[in-house]
């Protein structure tokens, strides 16, 4: 069945029928004779055929650092929900954590005529800004605040307070396993909410009682093992994610160390893993779903002509759980 065909059996122009589907003038009788023999026939018109005439594809590129994590499956999902809902699809480019690939994909997406795209960010170089300004279609960053673009990202720095807030009831040799500080949302700002916390406790801070992590649970044992090689004696651990925080927490128990009542742990990010590890890990709840649906929603105002930047702050919850002292 093709547009010639459908021009015939309706009695009508091919014209007629060109107008129809292009939403140009046809007199309502030949529009009803039309929608006829679409319904009868179940004709489509092709998505190629739709996109000359458009130059639109109802397809957006979404980046992201790695498929295996609780934190980004959620925020694909809320993008995914929000961009089925307005009758586009996703194309997922995984990137596992390698930069080049995600500017190699920023170019991908924009030149292979995608209408939009957004970026779960980690770590954004002068490279990625450059990328993001030559884009020939409008970009949302998830997961970052990049001054001058929509963007949608967490509140790290007070929920990691809040957490520390938590973790440091009752103790008094605090340490910190943190991932790179040129991640700025889950590197410097959640390092910089603990050790606030840690002011405000009028504890006393030692570098020692740092160590850096991969983002893997195997990342965070090995990084306990580390910590506590320095610093035999700390009584509260703040991990920067549940993940290293699944990790430090076996580490610890291994050790012959009781959870909570000779460390204390926290993370974030409220995952499966973090609730039903035992003891049940005290973290702060990210509404990634929802920041991802946010994400979805700037760009379709984007792409719907808007030429003003928004940012939005998602908020959070705290979940006091068995793993620290406290009880909120």
């Known amino acids: 069945m093709n547009i010639n065909e459908i021009a015939k059996l309706a009695g009508v122009s091919r014209a007629t029928v060109s107008r129809y589907f292009n939403d140009g003038y046809v007199s309502e009788e030949k529009r009803r004779q039309i929608r006829r023999v679409i319904e009868e026939t179940g004709y489509k018109p092709s998505a190629q055929a739709q996109m000359l005439r458009t130059k639109k594809t109802r397809q957006i590129g979404v980046i992201i650092p790695k498929i295996n994590s609780e934190s980004i499956s959620r925020m694909v999902a809320g993008i995914s929900a929000a961009l089925k809902e307005a009758g586009f699809l996703l194309l997922l480019a995984d990137t596992e954590n390698r930069e080049k690939e995600e500017l190699d994909y920023l170019k991908l997406f924009s030149e292979n005529q995608v209408d939009g795209i957004i970026l779960i960010g980690t770590i954004l170089t002068t490279e990625h800004r450059r990328a993001l300004k030559g884009l020939t279609v409008p970009a949302v960053i998830l997961g970052q605040r990049l001054e001058g673009y929509s963007c949608?990202?967490?509140?790290?720095?007070?929920?990691?307070?809040?957490?520390?807030?938590?973790?440091?009831?009752?103790?008094?040799?605090?340490?910190?396993?943190?991932?790179?500080?040129?991640?700025?949302?889950?590197?410097?700002?959640?390092?910089?909410?603990?050790?606030?916390?840690?002011?405000?406790?009028?504890?006393?801070?030692?570098?020692?009682?740092?160590?850096?992590?991969?983002?893997?649970?195997?990342?965070?044992?090995?990084?306990?093992?580390?910590?506590?090689?320095?610093?035999?004696?700390?009584?509260?651990?703040?991990?920067?994610?549940?993940?290293?925080?699944?990790?430090?927490?076996?580490?610890?128990?291994?050790?012959?160390?009781?959870?909570?009542?000779?460390?204390?742990?926290?993370?974030?990010?409220?995952?499966?893993?973090?609730?039903?590890?035992?003891?049940?890990?005290?973290?702060v709840h990210l509404y990634y779903k929802t920041s991802g649906q946010e994400a979805a929603r700037l760009l379709l105002e984007l792409m719907e002509g808007s030429d003003s930047a928004r940012e939005v702050k998602m908020g959070f919850r705290l979940e006091v759980r068995r793993s620290t002292r406290s009880e909120g």
Request: glycine share 12%.
């Open 152 to 283: 949608v990202y967490q509140d790290d720095y007070r929920a990691a307070l809040e957490a520390a807030r938590c973790l440091l009831s009752g103790a008094k040799r605090p340490g910190c396993i943190g991932v790179t500080q040129r991640d700025l949302a889950v590197g410097k700002a959640r390092r910089r909410g603990f050790l606030e916390a840690v002011r405000r406790a009028g504890l006393e801070w030692d570098e020692g009682a740092y160590s850096e992590s991969g983002f893997g649970a195997e990342d965070g044992y090995r990084a306990a093992e580390r910590l506590f090689s320095r610093k035999p004696d700390l009584d509260a651990v703040f991990c920067a994610t549940d993940t290293i925080a699944l990790g430090a927490l076996s580490w610890i128990q291994e050790s012959g160390r009781r959870v909570p009542e000779d460390v204390a742990v926290v993370g974030v990010g409220d995952t499966v893993s973090g609730r039903i590890m035992r003891p049940a890990l005290t973290s």
